[in-house]
């Protein structure tokens, strides 16, 4: 069965995942100016908002195992604070095994959510306050909006090939 939210789901974070699983390392880490996102940065923090929410979401803490993944909701993307992974550590296998485990967690919900889950009250990555709906909502969104940004930066001259 699908909902709204997971036909938008699939096909922003299905786009998503195909721009960035074929990236090598070097493409992962390319920084196209100081201070901001790399590609590889971003997937690990699409694959955080969506552990992070989804902990929230079912009252539970994030795993031990996917803490610093959950980080990235935040550190060093919403914040001055130094993002989680260093660019040694952003390699092809960490983005797919990140990206892969919050999609098995995202497709336990969002399927079918229950009335309790649209219901409830969690922390944005931004700060607001806002329900189940609105982190369904920004889970079919949020890995579009990276993705534009991905192509953005693939267009840079300097860009790896």
């Not at 493409?27 to 694959?47: D, S």
């Not at 892969?100 to 309790?116: D, H, R």
């Amino acid at each position: 069965m699908s909902s709204d939210f997971s036909v938008s789901w699939e096909l922003s974070r299905g786009r998503f995942d195909q721009e960035v699983l074929a990236m090598s390392q070097e493409q992962l880490n390319f920084r196209l100016y100081p201070g901001a996102l790399t590609i590889g940065e971003m997937a690990i923090h699409v694959a955080g908002v969506e552990i992070w929410f989804l902990s929230q979401l079912h009252g539970t803490p994030v795993p031990e195992n996917l803490e610093r993944i959950a980080k990235t909701a935040t550190e060093g993307v919403v914040n001055d604070n130094p993002f989680p992974f260093s660019a040694e550590e952003i390699t092809p296998a960490l983005v797919a095994e990140a990206l892969a485990t919050a999609a098995g967690q995202v497709k336990e919900v969002i399927y079918e959510p229950s009335e309790a889950l649209l219901q409830k009250e969690i922390k944005s990555a931004l700060g607001p306050i806002i329900t189940g709906q609105g982190a369904l909502a920004r889970f079919a969104f949020h890995p579009g909006y990276h993705h534009g940004q991905a192509y953005q930066i693939k267009c840079a001259p300097s860009f790896p090939a």
